[in-house]
């Protein structure tokens, strides 16, 4: 077995472990969000170790008080995922396609953990979404969205959907820009062309409120300007 395809393989399974204890504590009733969170928190470190990830973390005083709001980052990469968990000491759930939730197992452990699924084709089931996400922030969990909507290609930023600054619109909570710089490289979107050793850079921005803006287009460029700010120079090796 090559090593891009055992590492692969060892992603998986990682994930499966961590997956099928959560669904079994759902079937009891016996749900812990403290326990996910751990889950959450070992699953990301092991998959940016078994690759030699390293991250370089700007900006983490914006992080500070803790209060609600919603994270929105570009999404380069599945790697964008781990990379998060770990620079983000705080209970953070994402707002995931529909479509993640129908993979075996992993779909069904997300859920029981409290990731919010958005069906962007169904204009009602999405707004069910977003209310999920009101609850969430209402709890003083951390909703993270990218509003690209996909992972980009070429690691330039893809129009913003608006879903997620009607949220903060409608909840009156900042909105906190950060900038994942480097994930395209260890697995670019769409492929499996994995590559070891890489640096990443997060760049986590002040919080932007839609009330310091007299339109949200205004908001969303604010947000998008403050995102692509952060997207320059390669981050360290």
């Given amino acids: 077995?090559?090593?891009?395809?055992?590492?692969?393989?060892?992603?998986?399974?990682?994930?499966?472990?961590?997956?099928?204890?959560?669904?079994?504590?759902?079937?009891?009733?016996?749900?812990?969000?403290?326990?996910?969170?751990?889950?959450?928190?070992?699953?990301?470190?092991?998959?940016?170790?078994?690759?030699?990830?390293?991250?370089?973390?700007?900006?983490l005083e914006h992080l500070s008080p803790r209060s609600p709001m919603i994270v929105m980052s570009n999404h380069q990469s599945l790697y964008d995922i781990p990379v998060i968990f770990q620079v983000i000491d705080q209970r953070l759930r994402m707002v995931s396609k529909v479509e993640l939730a129908s993979v075996p197992v992993w779909g069904a452990a997300m859920r029981?953990?409290?990731?919010?699924?958005?069906?962007?084709?169904?204009?009602?089931?999405?707004?069910?979404?977003l209310g999920e996400a009101r609850a969430m922030l209402d709890e003083g969990v951390l909703?993270?969205?990218?509003?690209?909507?996909?992972?980009?290609?070429?690691g330039s930023l893809l129009p913003f959907k608006k879903g997620g600054f009607v949220l903060a619109e409608e909840m009156n909570v900042p909105v906190?820009?950060?900038?994942?710089?480097?994930?395209?490289?260890?697995?670019?979107?769409?492929?499996?062309?994995?590559?070891?050793?890489?640096?990443?850079?997060?760049?986590?921005?002040?919080?932007?409120?839609?009330?310091a803006f007299a339109t949200r287009e205004d908001f969303m460029a604010a947000v998008r300007d403050a995102i692509a700010s952060g997207l320059g120079d390669a981050p360290a090796r």
Avoid at 19 to 48: E, I, N
Avoid at 143 to 154: F, L, Q
Avoid at 187 to 203: I, S
């Fill in 1 to 59: 077995m090559s090593g891009r395809i055992q590492t692969l393989a060892t992603a998986t399974a990682r994930t499966l472990a961590i997956s099928f204890p959560t669904v079994f504590d759902q079937l009891r009733g016996r749900t812990s969000m403290d326990a996910c969170d751990l889950r959450l928190k070992r699953w990301s470190r092991a998959l940016l170790d078994d690759v030699g990830i390293r991250i370089e973390a700007q900006g």
């Fill in 112 to 129: 029981a953990s409290g990731f919010i699924f958005v069906d962007r084709r169904n204009r009602e089931a999405a707004i069910r979404s």
């Fill in 143 to 154: 909703v993270w969205i990218a509003p690209e909507g996909t992972r980009s290609r070429d």
């Fill in 176 to 211: 906190l820009p950060i900038s994942i710089h480097g994930t395209s490289t260890i697995l670019p979107a769409r492929t499996w062309d994995l590559h070891r050793d890489q640096g990443v850079r997060v760049t986590i921005h002040p919080r932007i409120r839609r009330d």
